[in-house]
Structures are given as structure tokens and as C-alpha cells.
């Protein structure tokens, strides 16, 4: 399946504000640390429901947001959850990211860089449509250390890239990004259940669940534009 | 979609530029047009205020 | 006073391991974020007991570490704690760096940064020293968003600057740094009493304290060498 | 100090290379000795296996 079909799907019923909701547990402490200044043009790869790039209008001081997603549902859905008009979607692929060189002062993506076909490709692009000092900021839950996330892909038809932190640094480097910093960012709020819960539908012991959200949560990298 | 967008988007083929082709507009939006790449002709859809900027392979998929 | 007078009188003192055990609730955090490499080459600025150096060396694969301090008994001290013959520790100044244009990989500097006699020269020579892409992690307690930290120069003779997070960004802008990140790195371990105890000999209210370390805890400005 | 700190040190007023002079080594390490800038001839001491390369007017300040 597409990537249109597969996510035109979640967005149809109703996942996107699921992810919103899930996702925003660390997402907003990536978005804290983008170092946004005032009339800043940023790009949210994969928006989903494109609550990102409302985030960063709001608390930031950006000036123009875009928000690419290469389900039509989906950016139909975030336009309709916003009267900013300094906020818009599109719908793109991330391998033939419609901007023009350095037209970008900094890119987020949550949950969603390794469904690209071909991530080297984006990462050529992102630093292609990034203006010199401009930042990368990639999010993922999905990569190899998180042992938690591996069984994923059963349950999506999209090809799903599945790299370990240093394989993440290295891509960037091979992209011509510097790498400026690479961390792991808690889910402190998704609610762990007491120890007499356990095994859970999801879970079989309460480690393997403090270990997927406190402790691996999600893995963040930022590249910079040379 | 606003005008002032056209500042930054281009062909997501070749990178080259795009001309815009309002059909309809609401409030300095457009809603239905058209994207065409000064180069090589490609035409992307304007739909519902989205532009569609997908390579035309990818659009149906 | 000279910084060599001031610090000298705190490393003789024991005040060098007093700050280290503070500084390690947030500086832990931010160390994990640093991309180093395997055999990349790190330099921390004012580094006290020099914990820092040696903690990249124990979790990070650095080859080589240097712990600068303007303070000969801090240097002393440091060097006295560590027999990892990859950790070394000299005596300089934060303006004057004895260090070859693109000889480092990273840079660190935690609460100290704003000691230097012209922290803009401070920059200028981060900025040289630093290889292309090299990143330079710049922590700092005393800043001018934290309030309760205002005072503390009365009881410090070397003179402090107060910058806010935006003349943060400005002057490593100015120094031709990039800026790939700016974040507040909340200290969770510093234990606060309940309510009760408040007033205590340092805080009028408990909301004042959970401030101070919860939520304005360290400011980090991460620059880039372009 | 050890040796191979040589390759990226220098002098913190002119950075220009420093020589090395080791009155007294243990295991690969100098532990007493003077840095002299091959340029502008100013000296900076190892002591106790650490250099002090601060600018000589702040040593003694
Ligand atoms: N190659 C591609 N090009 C553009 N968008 C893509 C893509 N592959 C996946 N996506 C989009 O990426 C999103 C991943 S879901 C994550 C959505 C959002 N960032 C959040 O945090 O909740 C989906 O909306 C999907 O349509
Ligand atoms: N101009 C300057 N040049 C070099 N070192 C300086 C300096 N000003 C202050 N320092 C050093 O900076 C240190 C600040 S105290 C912080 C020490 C350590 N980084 C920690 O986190 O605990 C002191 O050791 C002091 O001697």
C-alpha cells in the first residue's frame, strides 16, 4: 500500500488526533529546544494532524509554518483545525520536497522520517531546502534500540526504516549535516500501570513499559546546514 | 493556499519554478487551481486550498 | 579579586566536589547529549573537579579529554581524581585559549561560561578553535530568566554576566556560531520539602524552589562551528 | 602533561607554536618543564604535570 492509502486511512478514522495526543508527551520538549526566532519559516515533515506546526506559531514566534504530509486526508484534516493563516499544508513526499534551496530556517518531523522510500534521499533534501545554520530536528519512537517498537511494522504496510542512533548520526553526516546534538526524550505522562497489573494486554512486565517511555521514549537528532 | 507561498514552493521534480493558476479564491486564499512548472509543464492541483505537490506518479498510488 | 584568587580559595576548600555533586544533576543530562564520537577530541571550560572530562570518557568513546580551569588549585584537584592518562587538565584563560584553530571536536562549559572577563571574546574563541561542525554545549545556572539566581554575585568578587536565553543566541550569532538548540534542563533531584517547611533559610515558598530547579534549572545554548 | 598534548596546544597570546623544554618526566609525562613560544619567545611552566598557559600578566594576578 501507499503511503496516501495507508495514512488517508488513519486520518479518515480519527488517528491522527490520536497520535496528536500520544506523541505530544515528548514532542513538545523537542519543540521547546528548536531555536526559533521571531519571522522564522519552519517545515513540519509528515504533520499528521499538524499539531506541531500550531505549537511552534504559537509559542514561538514563527513566522510562516508550513506542514507537508503526503496524505491528502491527513493535511486536509490539519487545515481544518486551524484559522492561522500563517499556517498551511501541503501534500508532498519527502524525497521531492517541493522548496526552493535554502528557503527553510528549520525542520521538524515527529514519528514519521522513516516511512520515507529512501531517507538518505531526504535527508539530501532537507539539507538541500535548509538556509545555511538552519536545524534539522528528526524525532523518532521507532529505531533500534527501542527493542519495544521492532514488532511495528507488523501492523503497517508502509516500509518502515529501522536505524540505531549511530546509524542515525551517520546518515546525517553522509547528507552533509553536522549532527549537533542526539538524545533520548521521556514520555513521562503515558501512565504506568502498578506492578500487580502486569502482564497487560500490551505489556508482560512493568520494566519492559518504564523502559519504552521513560527511559528509550523518543530519539531525537538534530542536524544543522553547513 | 496563500499567494505568498509561491515565494518558496517549486517543481518537486526539477526544483524549478511554478505558475499559479487561480481558479478560485476566498479571502486572499486559493481554493482551486492549478501549479505548473515553468520548465518542465508538470501541473499540480490546487484542491479545497491544498496544493498537491506530489510527483503526478505518487498522486493516484 | 582574580579568578585564580577566588577559585583557588573554593578548590582548597572542597567547594570544587560540592559544586560538582550539584552540577551533576543537570550536567549528566546534558553530557548525554552531546554527539561525540569515538576518538573525537573534548574540551570542558572552567572545569572545576573536572568530572565532566572524565565522565565523556567513561560513557562516550572520546579519545582525548582536556579539562581547562583559570584556577591552578582546580586544576590541581581534578587531575588528582582521575589516572586515565587520556584526561588532562591545564591552566588558562577563557579569552585566551592555548588551543590551535580546529584542533576540537566539542566543547563544554558548565556554570562558568559567564565568568569570563569578555564572554563575547569567550565565543569568538570557541568559534576558532572548533573544527567545521564541531559544537560547542554551553550550561548555565546564573542567567537573567532565573531570578533566584540574581544574588548571587553578591557573594562572588569576580564579576558575572547576566544574559538572557535571546542574548544567549545573539552573541553566539554574533561570533559566527550557528545555534542548533537552546533548552531549560530541569534539575529533578535536588529535593524540595513539603509544604510545611517553608519558609526555609533559602526559599520563601515551596513554588519558588520547584521553579528554581524544576522548571528553569539549566540553560543550555548548543552553538555549531560553520 | 603529556606529550601529544604538543600537537594541539599553543601560545594563548599569539597562538603560535610552543617548544618544549621537560626538566623532569615520569611515564610518558612531563612534570616539570617550560613551554617557549617559537614566536614572541614568552615562557609558560609545567608544573606538577600541569601547564599553565594562562597569559602571563594573570598568572600572578
Ligand atoms: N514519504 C512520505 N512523504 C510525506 N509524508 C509521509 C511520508 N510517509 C509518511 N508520511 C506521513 O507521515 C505521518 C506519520 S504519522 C505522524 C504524524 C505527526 N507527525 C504526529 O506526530 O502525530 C503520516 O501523516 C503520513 O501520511
Ligand atoms: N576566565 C576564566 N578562565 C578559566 N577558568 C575560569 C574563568 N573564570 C572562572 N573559571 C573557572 O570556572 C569554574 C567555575 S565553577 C564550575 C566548575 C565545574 N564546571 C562544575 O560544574 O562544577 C571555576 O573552577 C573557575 O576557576
Not at chain 1, 500520544?22 to 519552519?42: F, N
Not at chain 1, 494486554?201 to 530519539?219: I, K, P, Q, S
Not at chain 2, 519554478?17 to 486564499?29: G, M, P, T, V
Not at chain 2, 487551481?33 to 479545497?48: F, K, R, S
Request: aromatic share 10%; glycine share 8%.
Amino acid at each position: 500500500m501507499s503511503v496516501r492509502e495507508e495514512f488517508d486511512d488513519w486520518a479518515a478514522d480519527g488517528r491522527d488526533k490520536g497520535m496528536e495526543e500520544r506523541h505530544w508527551h515528548t514532542a513538545k520538549h523537542v519543540l521547546a529546544r528548536m531555536p526559533v526566532e521571531d519571522g522564522d519559516t519552519v517545515l513540519d515533515l509528515g504533520c499528521g494532524s499538524g499539531y506541531a506546526g500550531r505549537a511552534v506559531r504559537d509559542t514561538k514566534g514563527a513566522g510562516r509554518v508550513y506542514g507537508l504530509d503526503g496524505s491528502p486526508e491527513m493535511a486536509r484534516n490539519a487545515r481544518g483545525y486551524t484559522d492561522d493563516s500563517n499556517v498551511s499544508y501541503l501534500v508532498g513526499d519527502f524525497d521531492h520536497l517541493p522548496f526552493a534551496d535554502d528557503s527553510i530556517d528549520h525542520v521538524f518531523t515527529m514519528e514519521a522520517f522513516y516511512y520515507a522510500n529512501d531517507p538518505h534521499e531526504t535527508l539530501r533534501e532537507v539539507r538541500r531546502i535548509l538556509r545555511p545554520g538552519g536545524t534539522f530536528f528528526c524525532a523518532v519512537n521507532y529505531y533500534e534500540e527501542n527493542v519495544h517498537s521492532h514488532a511495528w511494522q507488523d501492523s503497517i504496510s508502509v516500509e518502515m526504516t529501522r536505524w540505531s542512533r549511530e546509524e542515525y548520526r551517520d546518515a546525517f553526516h553522509e547528507a552533509g549535516l553536522y549532527v549537533a546534538e542526539q538524545d533520548n526524550v521521556p514520555d513521562r505522562e503515558t501512565e504506568i500501570p502498578a506492578e500487580d497489573a502486569f502482564p497487560t494486554d500490551n505489556w508482560e512486565t512493568r520494566e519492559a513499559m518504564v523502559e519504552r517511555y521513560r527511559e528509550f521514549g523518543t530519539l531525537l537528532t538534530v542536524g544543522v546546514a553547513p | 493556499m496563500k499567494k505568498s507561498l509561491m515565494d518558496i514552493i517549486c517543481c518537486p521534480l526539477d526544483k524549478q519554478e511554478l505558475e499559479l493558476d487561480a481558479r478560485q479564491e476566498e479571502d486572499e486564499e486559493v481554493i482551486f487551481g492549478t501549479l505548473t512548472c515553468t520548465e518542465c509543464g508538470e501541473e499540480y492541483p490546487i484542491e479545497d486550498g491544498i496544493p498537491n505537490l506530489l510527483p503526478p506518479d505518487m498522486r493516484e498510488a
